[in-house]
């Protein structure tokens, strides 16, 4: 395992590598005499569905001309089943009735742990924070080629619609 992190983030000094029974070369400070396990942020993002599954909403934000899902970060201390709740209803106004985890993926570009779920909302009149410059309610066909080509909500949203295909 290549270091990743340079400085222990509890006491500043440089890290080396050092052996760990069934883990391999592991970060470690030798100041504090402790491994350091890497750091990384989480995210979720939400397939979000009316009750009937039979729309799904996508989001174009932050000025950029492509649908994506709902998506946002895990606060401290908060669990992901949570944050997907909060992301849904702060974002779009949308109260969730359930929620279904799907699939989590490592996001190297943002150093991101991604946790996908699918969040039932009930009806379907968001009102979307400023995040939001547009939204529309698509059939799964219809998100299927509107989401951006290429994207980890694709791969996402691929998984949920071809039942477990990532």
């Not at 943002?110 to 547009?134: H, K, W």
Request: overall charge negative; hydrophobic content about 35%; some cysteine.
């Amino acid at each position: 395992m290549a270091i990743e992190m340079k400085y222990c983030m509890a006491c500043g000094t440089k890290l080396t590598e050092k052996y760990l029974e069934g883990e391999g070369n592991v970060p470690f400070c030798p100041s504090c005499n402790d491994f350091r396990f890497p750091v990384f942020n989480t995210a979720v993002s939400m397939i979000v569905t009316n009750e009937d599954h039979s729309k799904i909403i996508l989001i174009k934000q932050y000025g950029r001309p492509f649908y994506i899902l709902v998506a946002g970060y895990v606060n401290k201390g908060e669990d992901a089943e949570d944050a997907a709740v909060r992301e849904v209803w702060e974002e779009m106004g949308l109260h969730v009735t359930s929620l279904k985890f799907n699939h989590s993926h490592y996001f190297a570009p943002s150093n991101t742990l991604m946790l996908n779920f699918t969040a039932t909302v009930a009806g379907d009149e968001p009102t979307p924070n400023r995040e939001i410059n547009s939204y529309d309610w698509l059939t799964p066909e219809e998100a299927r080629v509107n989401i951006k080509n290429g994207s980890l909500a694709e791969r996402f949203l691929k998984f949920y619609l071809d039942g477990g295909e990532f």
